[in-house]
C-alpha cells in the first residue's frame, strides 16, 4: 500500500484530504493536534511546523505522496500590514514547507507527487491580499522551478484556492451577510468547501495525473477567470 504524508491535516482542507486519503492509502499526518482525526485510520505525529524538527525515523521509508496544507489569512490594507507579519506569513507558509520539502526528498519514491497551496489572489491581482500573495506567490515559483528539476522522478503541482469555508477563513465568513456577499462574487455564486480542494488534491496525489506536473490548479468558483457582474 502506498504511503502519503501530509503537514496539516487535523482540520478544514487537511483533514478532508485526510479522510478520502486514509480509505485507500496508509496516511501520516504531522499536526499540531489529533483534535478532528478521531475515527481515522491513520498514524498521528504531534507537530508544530514553526517550532519542531521533524523526526524522518517516524516516517515510511519510502513516501508516495506529500501534501503541505498550513497556510495563513491575513487580509489587512497595506499600510497596516507590520513587517513583521510579512515575515510571519512567508515564514509559514513558504520556508517551512521548504525545510519539510528538502528533509523528506530522499524518501520520495519514483513517480511520487507532491501538492501544495496557492490563492487565487497570486493570478489576480486583489485589495489586502499583499502579505499572502507574496507567500503563495513564493510556492508557485518555487514548485514550478522543483517540479522542472524533479521532473520526471516526482510531479509537483500547486493549488490555488478562492475563499473556502474552513476554520482559517472563519472571519470572514462569521455571519449571513458576509457568507452572501462572498459568495456573491463567485460565479458559481457560493464560497468553496474543503470537500472541494480535497478532491482536486487528492486526484493530483493519484496515478489518475500521472501527465500533470508543474501546474497551478485554480479551484475557485470560477472568479479568477470569469468576469459575469
Known sequence: MKNIFLIGGSHGIGRS?????????????????????????????????????LELSKLPEEIHGFAYCPGSINLKPFKMLSLETFHE???????SMVKIVKLIMPRMAEG????????????????FHTSVAAAKG????????????YAPKIRINTIA????DTPLAKRLLSNDRKREMMSE???????????????????????KST?????VVGVDGG??????N
Do not use: C
Open 17 to 53: 484530504i485526510a479522510k478520502t486519503l486514509s480509505q485507500e492509502y496508509q496516511v501520516t499526518v504531522a499536526s499540531r493536534t489529533n483534535d478532528g482525526l478521531e475515527g481515522l485510520s491513520v498514524t498521528h505525529l504531534p507537530f508544530d511546523v514553526l517550532t519542531d524538527d
Open 89 to 95: 506569513d512567508m515564514q509559514l507558509n513558504f520556508f
Open 112 to 127: 511520487a507527487s507532491m501538492v501544495f497551496f496557492s490563492t487565487v489572489a497570486v493570478g489576480s491581482g486583489m485589495p
Open 138 to 149: 513564493a510556492i508557485e515559483g518555487f514548485a514550478k522551478a522543483l517540479a522542472a528539476e
Open 161 to 164: 484556492p478562492s475563499l473556502v
Open 185 to 207: 462574487r463567485h460565479p458559481l455564486k457560493r464560497v468553496g468547501e474543503a470537500g472541494d480542494i480535497a478532491n482536486i488534491a487528492v486526484f493530483l496525489l493519484s496515478d
Open 211 to 215: 501527465w500533470m506536473t508543474g501546474q
Open 223 to 228: 472568479i479568477s477567470t470569469l468576469n459575469i
